[in-house]
């Protein structure tokens, strides 16, 4: 069989400047996965590698050259990440057959300095397989190029919910997700909860389209997953769970749909939200000139643009005077979606006045949906 290490070689060199990871992998092999990439360690260029052993991952930092060291020849297939494209060795009987295909990967993913921080909590080529069934991975554990940005979304939405819940022990968890969609999230949700948390979790996801209902329910089925499930219905409804309910999500919920999942934790005292709203059209279609903002509501796109600050600003107020403690926090960058405002509550009590928003209401005269399920 012809030298699979001079083909290694000759590829890293050739891109050396555009490399991301290397990923070395044979099921039937007592080291199922090696990864390799690169790391700056003290200002110096490294290489971390990971091991993959069973269910545990062992971790080694090497210097550059020690790449060659691998057992290349052990492995089946030999992935080469660079920006652009994917390089592929697969061993066949003959030799190692080299395949390239497109990816997704730019420039801002491979930098090094950013390394530690891009380790999500579910990553590409993790055993997710709902993620496949929903187009976000392929087969072979890839994200899907069209999906990059809706991945980027849902892993930082997880590790959002990390911050918090990774010092608050609790066996049991029940969560329901408004506008769930295709549930991406809902699905990635329920694995962080069970999976890498170990906790028992009662996930529903409501939506007003069957079909993708229908769709994630059967998805759910497949892979056992028991307490998650989807029901069509209408988030307006003022009752849509019997027990107690912990924890409120909804990522870009149509326009008031993000109004009523806030109303239901406040009516139903939930403690903690985690809510991305989406299109905002209410305040910009309703508000009137009327004060010290008015040179804002000239122009049709700054308008609208404050409208959506506005509407959210209003949602914040109103959350705190209802007992909760908010953070508003850039949930992606601008680029991945500009619909990136999270809002993230915690219920503590402690109440406050609506009276900012009634003094507003009263000089500009916009109609705003949280306000009006909750003005007195
Ligand atoms: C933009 S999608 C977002 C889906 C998903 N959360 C995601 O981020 O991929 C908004 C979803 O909210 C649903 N929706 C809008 N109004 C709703 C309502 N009143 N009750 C239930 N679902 C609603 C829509 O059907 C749609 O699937």
């Given amino acids: 069989m012809e030298n699979i290490l001079e083909k290694i070689q000759k ?10 990871k290397m990923i070395l992998s044979d099921t039937s092999s007592d080291i199922k996965k090696i990864v390799v990439r690169p790391i ?25 050259n020690a790449i ?11 992935l080469i990440e660079t920006i652009g494209k994917d390089i592929i060795f697969s061993k066949q009987k003959a030799g190692y057959k080299k395949k390239v295909r497109e990816n997704a990967i ?32 392929t087969k072979d554990g890839k994200i899907v190029k069209s999906k990059y940005d809706k991945f980027k979304q849902i892993n930082r939405f997880i590790e959002i919910i990390d911050d918090v819940f990774k010092s608050i022990n609790k066996d049991e968890i029940t969560i329901l997700d408004f506008g769930c969609g295709k549930s ?14 170990k906790m028992k979790a009662k996930i529903i996801g409501y939506d007003l389209k069957s079909d993708v209902v229908d769709r994630c329910n059967e998805i759910a089925k497949n892979y056992g997953y028991s307490g998650l499930h989807f029901q069509v219905n209408d988030v307006k409804k003022d009752k849509l769970y019997n027990g107690a309910i912990d924890v409120i999500i909804s990522l870009h919920a149509c326009d008031t749909a993000t109004d009523f999942a806030l109303d239901y934790a406040i009516k139903h005292k939930i403690p903690y939200i985690f809510s991305v709203p989406c299109c ?9 000139k009327g004060g010290d903002f008015d040179l804002l509501l000239n122009d049709g796109l700054i308008k609208e643009r404050f409208s959506a600050l506005l509407t959210d600003a209003i949602r914040v107020e109103i959350l705190r005077a209802k007992g909760y403690d908010v953070d508003v926090i850039e949930f992606v960058d601008f680029a991945h979606s500009p619909k990136n405002i999270m809002l993230r509550a915690n219920l503590t009590h402690k109440t406050g006045s609506l009276e900012n928003i009634d003094t507003l209401m009263k000089k500009y005269n916009f109609s705003q949906k949280l306000y009006e399920l909750n003005k007195k």
């Fill in 184 to 197: 991406y999230l809902t699905f990635l949700v329920y694995y962080y909860f069970v999976e890498i948390k």
């Fill in 40 to 64: 700056l360690i003290k200002n110096k260029i490294m290489l971390q590698i990971e091991r993959y052993r069973g269910s545990k991952v062992f971790h080694e930092n090497i210097e550059l």
């Fill in 106 to 137: 730019s420039q801002s993913d491979i930098n090094l300095s950013h390394n530690k921080q891009k380790s999500y909590l579910i990553n590409e080529g993790d055993n997710v397989p709902a993620m496949v069934d929903l187009g976000i991975f």
């Fill in 68 to 78: 060659f060291d691998l057992p290349f020849s052990e492995y089946n297939q030999i």
């Fill in 280 to 288: 905002q059209h209410e305040i910009n279609q309703t508000i009137k």
């Fill in 11 to 20: 590829e890293l060199v050739e891109n050396i400047n555009n490399f991301k």
